[in-house]
């Protein structure tokens, strides 16, 4: 609880300072942000595949990672399933992005 208030605070501060940029390993912050969440009544957060680790702001980084498992489980679109993350590189850097295998289609 403690290093997410850390966070938050050093994110409020996001543009009236300097980034810290540092390598920081992206797998170990997505297993962070997932224990955070705490149990999820029949939803499962998976990480596939390798995330890499990359010289960013490790705040920066816990919050895009948070919003976007968040994300995933908030739209799941039925009590149960599983969110993938995954990650791809680009010619830009890397893409983290997360799956809902097997989502029933609406409409």
């Keep these: 609880m403690s290093r997410l208030i850390d966070g938050v605070l050093s994110y409020s501060r996001v543009g009236r300072t300097r980034s810290a940029l540092q390598h920081v390993d992206s797998r ?3 297993d962070e942000v ?3 969440l705490g149990p999820l009544r029949g939803v499962s957060v998976r990480i596939e595949g390798t ?3 990359l010289r960013y702001d490790r705040t ?3 919050q895009v990672l948070q ?3 968040h994300n995933g489980v ?10 993938v993350v995954s990650c791809r590189e680009t010619a830009d850097g890397f893409e983290l992005f997360h799956m809902i295998p097997n989502r029933a289609r609406l409409g």
């Design 67 to 69: 919003n976007l498992i």
């Design 51 to 53: 995330l890499p680790v």
């Design 74 to 83: 908030r739209h799941i679109g039925r009590p149960e399933g599983e969110v």
């Design 34 to 36: 997932i224990d955070s």
């Design 60 to 62: 920066q980084l816990t």
């Design 28 to 30: 170990a912050v997505a």
